[in-house]
């Protein structure tokens, strides 16, 4: 098991999608990520769409919380699971969501 | 083959590390970054670290660029070629590149 500290956390979900299967995919995608901006402790999200369909994974969703805590109270939510849940069932992608914090940030002069 | 149109992107690349030598490939990362980051065309990165060890990926860089052509002519550079096969060689991680665009963003209110 992992403790988290206190503070603010980015979210990173990579996910592998038939490259036929993306536009739904992002369609579905966009209104569980409407329901998750509703709530405390959502900051931002940005999902990127892979220019190649040759690229192992075709999108990637990085978010912006204020706390692990806050994000694991919002993914518990019985209506965004079986959102999640449904959306898998429909369009076979895989997700691979971690919790990160920034190690290096470098902004050109 | 793809081909890109014009316009700033995003390169994410998505690391996975064995987590003890996670420190070690961060410091060698930030070599390789601070080269990068010296390139005409780059923008911006963000080198994000997971907080569990039990993470598939460890590792994640998210990096604007202003166009894929200055991405691409950045990793055509010998020199940094040569460090990242060294690096891989030393610390054995596989790296899964990929260019992408925000399809979807999300602010808080």
Redesign the interface.
């Known amino acids: 098991m ?1 403790t ?1 500290d206190e503070g603010p ?2 979210l ?1 979900n ?1 996910f592998e999608v038939e490259p036929e299967k993306l536009d739904a995919f ?1 369609a579905s ?2 209104e569980r ?2 329901l998750m ?1 509703r709530q405390p402790g ?16 075709q ?2 969703n ?1 978010a912006q919380w204020e706390s ?1 805590d806050a994000l694991h109270t919002a993914q518990a939510q019985e209506n965004w699971q079986q959102m999640a849940l449904g959306a898998v069932e429909e369009l076979g992608f895989t997700a ?1 969501p ?11 002069q």
């Open positions: 992992t988290y956390i980015t990173i990579v992002i995608w966009r990520a409407e901006s959502f900051r931002s999200l940005r999902l990127h769409r892979a220019l190649s369909p040759d690229s192992r994974f999108a990637v990085v692990a691979n971690a919790i990160y914090r920034v190690a290096i940030e470098i902004t050109a």
